[in-house]
């Protein structure tokens, strides 16, 4: 046979890995942990965020929907970080630079309609965790301490 199946452990172990991967990435548990010791532990993870009209926007990676923060944490490589600008891939080099730019470009279009819907839009990169994070947090304690905006017109 051609095809022999792993050994009976080893595709459980792979599917946890699979499923983890975009949910639970590291740099998000990072910040997460940095969050919770930073006293702001009330946020939420992959809240969605409809439109007024009920249109589904998206789902952060960590909300604090009361207070209207966002946070992104972007691994360096998927998400393009601007700062680390790592080489693609070597083969299949189209395939791969028309991905990243979807990639890029639907991060662009979340953070977008969420400063719109009047979010506080942050992005934390796999590179700059603890700065990102700090000035998460900060934008958090801002939320706190200041009445959330005005009421919206219309
Ligand atoms: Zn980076």
Request: net charge positive.
């Amino acid at each position: 046979m051609a095809l022999e199946a792993p050994p009976a452990s080893s595709p459980a172990v792979h599917n946890v890995m699979v499923a983890n991967r975009s949910a639970n990435t590291k740099p998000e548990i990072l910040v997460r942990r940095m969050l919770r010791q930073a006293g702001l532990p009330g946020y939420r993870l992959h809240w969605r965020i409809d439109d007024p009209v009920g249109r589904y926007v998206c789902r952060p990676d960590i909300a604090y929907p009361g207070r209207k923060v966002a946070i992104f944490v972007h691994g360096c490589f998927w998400h393009r970080c601007p700062e680390c600008d790592l080489a693609l891939p070597k083969s299949n080099a189209e395939y791969w630079s028309e991905k990243f730019e979807r990639n890029v470009e639907r991060d662009r279009e979340k953070a977008g309609a969420l400063l719109d819907l009047g979010w506080d839009v942050h992005t934390v990169w796999e590179c700059g965790i603890d700065t990102g994070a700090a000035s998460a947090a900060n934008a958090v304690f801002r939320a706190l301490i200041q009445p959330t905006g005005t009421p919206k017109e219309g």
